[in-house]
């Protein structure tokens, strides 16, 4: 039977990577929404997932693992899945458009994750240590 350090270790590290993945995932997510249109008018929906994902992976990491810098994965996540759909195919296509929606979500989703992390790392609650 594993020690309860080494256990509950395992669970925070758990906790990094399932708030890693649903920040990946809620990028992918508002990315794909960010085209969304009602007739000609835009609907900036995805601005709105971006933020409300991105300031909850991020409080998620830190709590569940108590690591100051756990909020740091999550972040990483969603900046790979940003930049990945940023990237022109050989033919050009591009998944986030240049538009004001599009710009808003790297803008608002990179504001998002920051502020969080900020306030995590001002906290004056012990570190329990690093990976």
């Known amino acids: 039977m594993p020690s309860q350090p080494a256990l509950e270790r395992t669970w925070a590290i ?13 990028g992918l997510l508002a990315i794909f929404l960010v085209p969304l249109h009602i007739g ?7 601005l709105l997932i971006t933020a409300v ?9 830190y709590r569940v ?23 022109p195919t050989v033919e050009g296509d591009v998944v986030l458009p240049g538009t004001w ?3 808003g979500v790297l803008f608002v989703g990179a504001i998002a994750a920051t502020v969080p992390i900020a306030r ?7 570190d329990r240590g690093g990976l």
């Not at 000609?40 to 995805?46: G, L, N, R």
């Not at 995590?120 to 012990?126: D, G, K, L, R, T």
């Open 53 to 61: 994902i991105n300031v909850a992976s991020v409080q998620y990491a």
């Open 120 to 126: 995590s790392m001002m906290v004056n609650m012990p």
């Open 101 to 103: 929606v599009g710009l």
């Open 40 to 46: 000609s008018v835009p609907v900036p929906i995805s």
């Open 65 to 87: 693992s108590g690591w100051r810098g756990a909020g740091f994965a999550p972040m990483i996540g969603w900046f790979l899945a940003v930049c990945a759909a940023g990237i």
């Open 14 to 26: 758990a906790g990094v990577i399932i708030a890693t993945v649903a920040a990946f995932g809620g």
